[in-house]
């Protein structure tokens, strides 16, 4: 039994591992699997590893489930079923087992491979292929997700509802089918003895949603009123741009596929110039390549929201494996001075809060956003409760009634000016990405270039972002912090909340705001800090260089990184926590 089942303050959990090779279906069950969770009132989080084939190749479902919500992997799993072991030592490092783990494996896949076997976990032989043969139109993935289910204390009803759910286009038949061999993995699961059972719900969770990060996401922007989208598919941001698609219609919106990165960029530039809050999503290589048109959005101050979805980079990278290394270019990558806002949700759930806060960033500042997601929270799904709708009453500021006089980039105390949209009749103006004077017209001189920077600056820099520019949570006056952005926060909040069950005082801040700075809020949030460490998935330590470059830090700080594909784990946390405080 792992350490999170027997802390109380957590909730028991579970964590599985379902491995096969692609087409075997593990992605399948593992889906059903949390489904079928959330209608037995548990929570749950789904990651999944794959290697770079197009098709084929080693894949993994990677499950936590429990009585509590969950937003991070645990430490270890505690049970892996594989159908075969196709490239399953290339995931090996993703899938940490122990001692008290237990490997489930069809004697006819072969061996379990060297680099599993020397976990110490216990190994048990299944006839995985076989049962599935004994039920006409039998699946392996069916006999997986019912001996799963049996094995962690689940009943069969809820797996049949969700069989009978996702099945009926299929036929009859196939119910039937799927049925028969779910219900001989559960036969099967009785002669296993499990690692660990899942505690009962306390109540039915049908009032959850099920959501991926890149869902959520766009949930979030369509919630803030994004009512154009154009972009581009690439991994991982490319399910953003599924789940908006068939649900910008529902509210007056449009999405397009544009032709490349390129065209995606500038036609939301070209529909917010219009007057529709725009958007586009991307991943790393696809930023890349907007940046000139970026520019172009910051210098005419029309609003456009970027969603990048990161992967391990550079180049083509890793495109199926996460990484927190577009902070630089999401920050730095544009030439010239040209203030803009970066984001980064902390969660799955939070994905819906922080898209549709970015929406209101952009548009009541008139500038460009750029959210920093990435593969692991993208292509995450979990069981969330469902999020509040906070509603932001700024809105972009529109001049709809010019007088003769109107002048698109006036000089003003907060840098925002109104903005004439097209047709108004009077609001003619120039908008391109010549510097300007205050009416819009090209200017060389260094007055009008002076104080177009001091505008665009001064409408980010002392804009009001309260409470939101950061995740604040643990001992208020700990002199132990640890500062950290993205999907690995709630990793980093796992660690202090088991750190404090044990008496040990430390607060998280977790960055929601990355750029720009607000060197007030931050240095109220550290007050009294003592020892901070960053933390964060970057090779290079990207987010800790930031955060030296724009910010006094009060105390002793270390930085604890490391690249991808290796996500950062709870326990990671709290033994270089334990080791900080010895020394």
Partial sequence: MTDDTQNASQGASVSLALVGSGGAGVMTSGNMMLEAATKAGLYGLMTRTVGPQIRGGEAAALLRLASQPVHNVNDIFDILVAVDWKGAERFAAEVPLGPDSLIITDPAAGDVPEILAATGARIVEVPLAELAASVEGGRENMVILGLVAGLIGLTEDP????????????????????????????????????????????????????????????????????????????TPATEVLEWMSPNLPKVGGTLVQAEDELASINMA???SFGGRPSLTATSGPGLSLMMEGIGLAVASETPVMVVNVMRGGPSTG????????????????????????????????????????????????????????????????????????????AQRLVENEPTEEYRRYAVTASGISPMALPGTPGGQYTADGLEHNPKGLPSTMMEDHRDQLDKRDRKVAGFDYGDHWADIDGDEDSELVVLTWGSTTNAVREG??????????????????LSPAVPKLFDAALQGAKRILVVEQSHSQ??????????????????????????????????????????
């Fill in 159 to 234: 797996i049949y509802k969700i069989i009978d759910k996702k099945l009926k286009k299929k036929g009859e038949a196939a119910v039937t089918a799927s049925r028969a061999t779910v219900h001989a993995g559960f036969r099967a699961a009785e002669d296993v003895t499990s690692p660990v059972k899942l505690a009962p719900a306390e109540e039915e969770g049908k009032d959850r949603w099920l959501i991926s990060g890149n869902q959520a996401t766009g949930f979030g922007a369509l919630r803030g009123g994004i009512r154009f989208v154009a972009a581009y598919p690439i």
């Fill in 318 to 393: 890793i495109p199926t494996k996460s990484e927190q290394t577009d902070l630089n270019i999401a920050v730095y990558g544009l030439h010239g001075d040209a203030p803009h806002i970066v984001t980064a949700p902390t969660s799955v759930e939070d994905c819906v809060f922080t898209a549709q806060w970015t929406v209101h960033l952009t548009e009541a500042m008139q500038t460009v956003s750029i959210l920093l997601s990435d593969q692991f929270m993208g292509q995450a799904s979990a069981v969330i409760d469902p999020p509040a709708n906070i509603s932001f009453m």
């Fill in 542 to 583: 990207q987010f800790y260089k930031l955060l030296r470059a724009n910010y006094d830090m009060p105390g002793e700080t270390r930085s604890f990184h490391r690249a991808g594909p290796l996500i950062i784990r709870p326990g990671e946390i709290v033994d270089t926590l334990k080791s900080w405080r010895v020394q």
């Fill in 269 to 271: 530039i070209g529909a």
């Fill in 496 to 513: 202090i909340n088991r750190l404090r069950a044990e008496g040990i005082r430390c607060k998280l801040v977790a960055m929601r705001l």
